[in-house]
């Protein structure tokens, strides 16, 4: 009985988490959301969807966006856009389509690699691993029906992603890791002593993983970080949360993350020198901080007071945020481009 508990348990804080990392304001545009890319010279550009709907997650420097389109009565498929190719289909992972089969893209690198998760025609979810060349490659030897058992949440210039995996067949067992193209499993990251459970959701080029710690006697998230040598260790701890990770790294080593309390969600910054401390809002009692450039511009998505939700950029951790006119930024490059979405209907 208590492990049955701690099953629902883990899947349900998984569903959670990922539903508030990537599509946390599905209903913010609901009918005709479409995928956009944003830059301070030509302003919000419509990419179009392939479906009825569409999200981007990330874009590379040279403009390249993933994300996902909803077919019609399907779940959601991954596109990758650019402006050679227009919008494109990634397809599943294994092949083959169906009703219940999908494909979400979530990090693109400068060579143009994808990650994410999909689930197979077959029921199995596996983390991917995408190039143009070569499709889909399957990063784990164990595959898993529980949803967000094998992800790929972050890819950097040099090939490594990480995300989680289930550790062993048929134990809800997830731990974060760290894959390269050619290994036949990834390499486990491992826990922090006194945790059961790892994820990893950013990765910058110095190998420095960012992510979250999981416990099952106070049923708390805490944000981690790993890198080569030093292992895995808490970043801080804030009063009151009951969910926190690092959700992205750069190569200076800024951290941003997402705290939860139960009555809020809050968006946090550190540089590993300093506390975390909450970036300033709109008002509203939500703010995200999804996506960070190697210039430190953070960007994400606010409710204001009037509980209306809005697409934002930090220009530095202490500024107040820029309104984007966006609902939601979810990445940006080095080139202050940034990926994210809006209402098609009220497109300039």
């Given at each position: 009985?208590?492990?049955?508990?701690?099953?629902?348990?883990?899947?349900?804080?998984?569903?959670?988490?990922?539903?508030?990392?990537?599509?946390?304001?599905?209903?913010?545009?609901?009918?005709?959301?479409?995928?956009?890319?944003?830059?301070?010279?030509?302003?919000?550009?419509?990419?179009?969807?392939?479906?009825?709907?569409?999200?981007?997650?990330?874009?590379?420097?040279?403009?390249?966006?993933?994300?996902?389109?909803?077919?019609?009565?399907?779940?959601?498929?991954?596109?990758?856009?650019?402006?050679?190719?227009?919008?494109?289909?990634?397809?599943?992972?294994?092949?083959?389509?169906?009703?219940?089969?999908?494909?979400?893209?979530?990090?693109?690198?400068?060579?143009?690699?994808?990650?994410?998760?999909?689930?197979?025609?077959?029921?199995?979810?596996?983390?991917?691993?995408?190039?143009?060349?070569?499709?889909?490659?399957?990063?784990?030897?164990?595959?898993?029906?529980?949803?967000?058992?094998?992800?790929?949440?972050?890819?950097?210039?040099?090939?490594?992603?990480?995300?989680?995996?289930?550790?062993?067949?048929?134990?809800?067992?997830?731990?974060?890791?760290?894959?390269?193209?050619?290994?036949?499993?990834?390499?486990?990251?491992?826990?922090?002593?006194?945790?059961?459970?790892?994820?990893?959701?950013?990765?910058?080029?110095?190998?420095?993983?960012?992510?979250?710690?999981?416990?099952?006697?106070?049923?708390?998230?805490?944000?981690?970080?790993?890198?080569?040598?030093?292992?895995?260790?808490?970043?801080?701890?804030?009063?009151?949360?009951?969910?926190?990770?690092?959700?992205?790294?750069?190569?200076?080593?800024?951290?941003?993350?997402?705290?939860?309390?139960?009555?809020?969600?809050?968006?946090?910054?550190?540089?590993?020198?300093?506390?975390?401390?909450?970036?300033?809002?709109?008002?509203?009692?939500?703010?995200?901080?999804?996506?960070?450039?190697?210039?430190g511009v953070i960007v994400g998505f606010c409710?204001?007071?009037?509980?209306?939700?809005?697409?934002?950029?930090?220009?530095?951790?202490?500024?107040?945020?820029?309104?984007?006119?966006?609902?939601?930024?979810?990445?940006?490059?080095?080139?202050?481009?940034?990926?994210?979405?809006?209402?098609?209907?009220?497109?300039?």
């Open positions: 009985m208590i492990l049955t508990k701690l099953t629902l348990l883990m899947k349900r804080l998984l569903r959670v988490a990922c539903a508030a990392f990537f599509l946390a304001d599905l209903g913010a545009a609901f009918g005709q959301t479409h995928a956009y890319i944003w830059d301070a010279t030509n302003g919000p550009r419509d990419i179009g969807t392939l479906g009825t709907e569409s999200y981007a997650y990330a874009i590379n420097d040279s403009g390249t966006v993933v994300g996902i389109w909803i077919p019609p009565g399907h779940y959601q498929h991954g596109f990758i856009w650019s402006e050679a190719t227009g919008m494109v289909d990634l397809g599943i992972p294994g092949g083959g389509d169906s009703p219940t089969a999908n494909c979400q893209p979530t990090a693109i690198n400068a060579a143009g690699h994808v990650v994410g998760s999909g689930r197979q025609v077959n029921g199995q979810q596996v983390a991917f691993y995408w190039t143009p060349e070569d499709g889909f490659t399957v990063i784990s030897e164990f595959s898993s029906n529980s949803d967000n058992g094998n992800t790929a949440y972050a890819i950097n210039d040099l090939d490594q992603v990480t995300g989680n995996f289930l550790i062993k067949r048929g134990a809800l067992r997830y731990h974060a890791y760290l894959w390269v193209p050619g290994l036949p499993r990834p390499r486990d990251l491992g826990v922090i002593d006194g945790q059961d459970f790892s994820l990893g959701n950013g990765i910058n080029n110095l190998g420095m993983m960012v992510g979250g710690s999981f416990s099952n006697p106070d049923a708390l998230w805490r944000p981690i970080i790993w890198a080569k040598g030093s292992g895995m260790r808490f970043l801080g701890e804030v009063d009151g949360s009951l969910f926190a990770w690092g959700t992205a790294i750069n190569d200076a080593g800024q951290i941003i993350g997402l705290d939860q309390t139960g009555t809020a969600d809050l968006a946090f910054y550190t540089d590993r020198t300093t506390s975390l401390r909450f970036l300033k809002g709109l008002g509203g009692n939500t703010t995200y901080a999804l996506g960070i450039n190697q210039q409710r204001d007071t009037a509980d209306d939700q809005h697409a934002v950029m930090w220009l530095t951790p202490s500024s107040t945020p820029t309104v984007l006119p966006l609902s939601a930024a979810r990445g940006i490059n080095n080139l202050g481009q940034v990926a994210g979405e809006a209402a098609a209907a009220t497109s300039p």
